[in-house]
């Protein structure tokens, strides 16, 4: 026991009289010298840095509140440190610039605004999902006075929060789903609610460009993967009408299934879980899908023609049940419903549950 603690005495002593700390190095040329070849130090990361209970200068720390490196110096947090590029402002300004043109009123210039160009704001925008591209554009259109010319990064802040999905408990089942389909602006304030149907999705694809309504390029030409590398609606010319050469059934399974377009900790509901909240909704049909606590709208469909079909009097919805070359699907009407499979390649709706 002696020798232990006669150890730990040299080794704090080492410490106290070299005052280095080598990481991945034995020769330290600082107090702390971290050294590697395909990693990086992590400062601490905190909600903002009122988190920081007692400050003292020199502190250096990652707010996540603003997204950026803070540090105390003499007496203050300082404003954000490590200015972006040039390069990077320029880019920043050009999207600001882009969505206060397009913010229009009246509605001449409609929004093309993409979530990549988002990703480009200073400082950055938190929250921007790819899923929700077409509801951020439908936002900036429908909602010209919530935006300056150019508009503010809070500005598209604010709309970047207002899209994104809530979470909704369904009194009949317990589930808890998001309040809106994938792509929507908003919860649905009716059945034929236009800015409630959201995207449109070929089974088993990612949030490519091809789910959305306004899409109009199309390609006969089948995907050999599960990333086509475009974003062209692919209609199949023969049976089984997949939208890939080799139907693969691992796609969309679960919240790690390759593809899945719902946010993290969402995925496609099973054909039971969808069958669950049909049985419990009684009427069984579009009246009672709105009634309900989800508030399914009549969204529509894209058949595997690549037409916009039954937009505003009938509704489809993927699950992640496989059966034999299709998927079972959700479908109801204003006076029918039930679950029926459906081909691969047929672009209806999407709406995620809660792992």
């Known amino acids: ?30 107090a702390l ?24 200068n020199g502190m250096l720390v990652y707010d ?44 001449t210039e409609n929004a093309v605004v993409t979530a990549a160009d988002l990703s480009t704001i200073l400082p950055a925008i938190t929250g921007v999902e790819a899923a929700n591209q077409t509801a951020y554009q439908d936002y900036i259109d429908a909602n010209p006075g919530s935006f300056s010319s150019p508009a503010t990064q809070a500005e598209v802040q604010a709309m970047v929060d207002v899209v994104a999905p809530q979470d909704v408990v369904s009194s009949d089942t317990g589930k808890t789903w998001h309040d809106r389909n994938l792509g929507a602006m908003q919860v649905a304030i009716s059945s034929t609610d236009a800015a409630a149907y959201g995207d449109l999705y070929q089974w088993g694809r990612a949030a490519d460009g091809h789910q959305f309504r306004t899409n109009t390029t199309t390609t006969s030409t089948l995907a050999t993967t599960s990333t086509p590398g475009h974003g062209s609606f692919i209609i199949p010319s023969a049976e089984p009408y997949n939208w890939l050469t080799i139907q693969d059934n691992s796609l969309w399974q679960g919240v790690s299934g390759t593809n899945n377009p719902c946010p993290s900790g969402y995925r496609l509901p099973t054909a039971t879980e ?69 081909s691969l390649a047929s672009g209806i709706s999407v709406r995620c549950i809660k792992d």
């Not at 590697?36 to 003292?56: F, G, K, M």
């Open 1 to 30: 026991m002696k020798k232990v603690l006669l150890s730990i005495a040299l080794i704090a002593t080492s410490f106290t009289t070299v005052a280095q700390v080598g990481i991945g190095t034995t020769t330290p040329e600082g």
């Open 33 to 56: 010298d971290v050294v590697s070849t395909n990693s990086a130090l992590i400062l601490p990361r905190v909600a903002n840095t009122a988190a920081v209970a007692t400050p003292v």
């Open 64 to 107: 996540l509140s603003t997204n950026c490196f803070k540090g105390y110096q003499n007496g203050g947090w300082s404003d954000c440190g490590f200015a972006p590029s040039a390069a990077a402002v320029a880019a920043s300004t050009s999207v600001l610039s882009q969505i206060g043109s397009q913010a229009d009123s009246p509605d």
């Open 274 to 342: 969808l069958e669950n909240e049909l049985t419990a909704w009684g009427g069984n049909h579009a009246a009672s899908a709105f009634a309900s606590a989800l508030k399914l709208p009549l969204a529509g469909m894209r058949n595997r023609l690549g037409s916009l079909v039954a937009v505003g009097s009938a509704a489809n919805y993927w699950s992640s049940t496989v059966s034999g070359t299709n998927v079972t699907r959700l479908s109801f009407g204003v006076s029918t419903s039930g679950m029926y499979d459906l």
